[in-house]
């Protein structure tokens, strides 16, 4: 039994729509020998496709509900421990997404020599939010301790703060060009109603998370 699944290089290449040197999906390069059919074995396609919604699944539930919400917790809670709790709460998260990353690595070294998915948006920031991500729980740790020493926000401390308020939001953008992906490529496609649904819970968490984030200041 063979899958077929055809895959959109002139939207998500390098010169697509979707590809880092993109400029329009309506331009004569993106229909002249654009789509390229690459043939799967039936085993091999389910293996991708299940790999692709576990890796979305994984990934939106770090961005989308975890990462926001221990740094929801940090901002409006106020117990002993609580810088702790969110520093376990955000190193869970990271984890959740380091499982995502590594489906996501495994799925990108599966696809056809055809296809260069590397030179896509969604893994390329993946790639780049799994590196930057390293250093978070160095620069939160280090904020602690500054911030008990000297009573007040240092260089460490800003830099934890502001690398935490990029990520979150460009962690959720990055699972909406997933998505997009997912869709042109096939393989776990998601459905009008799972794209909504995403759309939404991501949008309600950034405005509590965003919400937090101001009250937390105002706090201060």
Known sequence: LTTTA????????????????????????????????IQFCGDDANWTSMSSIAHGVLAS??????????????????????????????IFAFVVYIAA??????MTQQAPSQVNLIGRYHPIIGIVLFVVLFFQPVLGLI???QFKK???????????????????PLGMINGG???????????????TGQIAAYG??????SLLWLAA????????
């Open 150 to 168: 000297y009573g007040r926000r240092t260089f460490w401390s800003y830099g934890h703060l502001w690398l935490g308020r990029l990520v979150i």
């Open 101 to 106: 990353f590594a489906l996501g690595v495994w």
């Open 61 to 90: 539930l770090a961005f989308v509900i975890f990462f926001p919400m221990g740094s929801i917790l940090v901002r409006m809670a106020s117990f002993s421990g609580l810088w702790l709790v969110h520093g376990l709460f955000q």
């Open 200 to 205: 939404v819970v991501a949008g309600i968490m």
């Open 143 to 145: 904020h602690h301790f």
């Open 213 to 220: 984030t101001i009250i937390g200041e105002r706090r201060r």
């Open 177 to 191: 060009l997933g998505l997009l992906l997912a869709t042109e490529t096939g393989y776990g496609r998601p459905t």
């Open 6 to 37: 055809s895959l959109a290089l002139g939207q998500y290449g390098p010169n697509g729509q979707y590809g880092p040197d993109g400029s329009n999906g309506d331009d004569s390069s993106a229909f002249n020998g654009a789509i390229s059919t």
